[in-house]
């Protein structure tokens, strides 16, 4: 299972701690340097950053530049604000490593709806992908697994293309250990695990009309690790036609007292989206220029 290599040729770039736990099995045989968007802290103000490291190194992998920079209020504060330059800057400090470490794959989170700081980090693992691509001319293969949704959900058209891993017995075993210490996220563990998901516990009406497609076959789903190709596009998402989960569940928090806005795909993630491919596009175009001018 080891690397026949000491230099790492994998990068992981996950929104929260905890995520790693998705693909524990891939951890554990890749050894990626891995990168956190934020520390996890949600309202409870307490940083999942530390039980990320633990299971980073129970698993040989280490740390990336970017671990857990930004609370959750802090990213979800950026997003309202249209403050751009935050989600820019992270881009370019993930491009600039993908260019020095000569990087051959990144996996990350997909794009899922559920919550805008996963598909946001999506979108920064994306557009790094292509400027990175594009300035070194190399080969950077863009992978991306659910969170929510079954794990082993593939277009039939992607399936050959994609990193299956059927965890034997004792990895899987492992995996599930790891899952439960994981004390910031037991109660959302324990749903997943039993089919459910903890939101939906809690806020039942949520359930209705729901189009949210999340794993309901409980514990032995994640005996599968599926790591698929991205859609690699930075900008071409779209929810008009029916508004992400994260939105209903904003407008319920906002009736409640508890949040004061709501996060809205085309007011607030689809702008940074846009900013974002623009930055690509001109990263590119400078790239352009300075090899001429060689």
């Known amino acids: 299972m080891a690397k026949t290599s000491t230099a790492i040729k994998d990068f992981l770039f996950v929104a929260h701690p905890g995520h790693e736990l998705c693909v524990h099995g891939w951890l554990e045989i890749a050894r990626p340097k891995v990168f956190v968007l934020t520390d996890g802290s949600g309202r409870s103000g307490q940083s999942r950053i530390q039980s990320t490291t633990r299971i980073l190194r129970e698993a040989s992998a280490e740390p990336g530049s970017i671990f857990g ?28 490593e993908l260019i020095l470490e000569e990087v051959e794959s990144v996996a990350g989170d997909a794009i899922e709806g559920f919550n805008p700081a996963h598909d946001v980090c999506r979108l920064i693992i994306n557009a790094a992908v292509e400027i990175a691509r594009r300035r070194t001319g190399r080969t950077i293969v863009n992978r991306e697994f659910l969170l929510v949704g079954a794990h082993d959900t593939c277009p039939p058209e992607l399936r050959a293309q994609a990193i299956w891993l059927q965890l034997s017995e004792d990895v899987f075993q492992r995996k599930l250990k790891m899952a439960r210490a994981f004390d910031e996220l037991r109660s959302e563990i324990d749903a ?103």
Do not use: W
């Open 69 to 96: 920079p930004m609370t959750d209020a802090e990213i979800y504060r950026a997003l309202l604000d249209h403050d751009f330059d935050v989600f820019l800057n992270i881009t370019k400090d993930f491009t600039a």
């Open 192 to 294: 997943a695990f039993h089919g459910d998901l903890q939101v939906l516990r809690h806020h039942a009406e949520l359930s209705t009309n729901l189009t949210l497609q999340y794993n309901s076959l409980g514990v032995e789903a994640y005996r599968v690790e599926c790591l698929r190709p991205a859609d690699q596009n930075v900008s071409s998402y779209d929810f008009s036609n029916q508004p992400p989960f994260y939105e209903r569940y904003g407008e319920l928090r906002v009736a409640e007292g508890s949040y004061q806005h709501v996060i809205r795909y085309r007011e607030h993630v689809q702008p940074i989206a846009e900013a974002l491919q623009d930055f690509v596009e001109q990263n590119c175009s400078v790239a352009r220029i300075q090899a001429a001018a060689i």
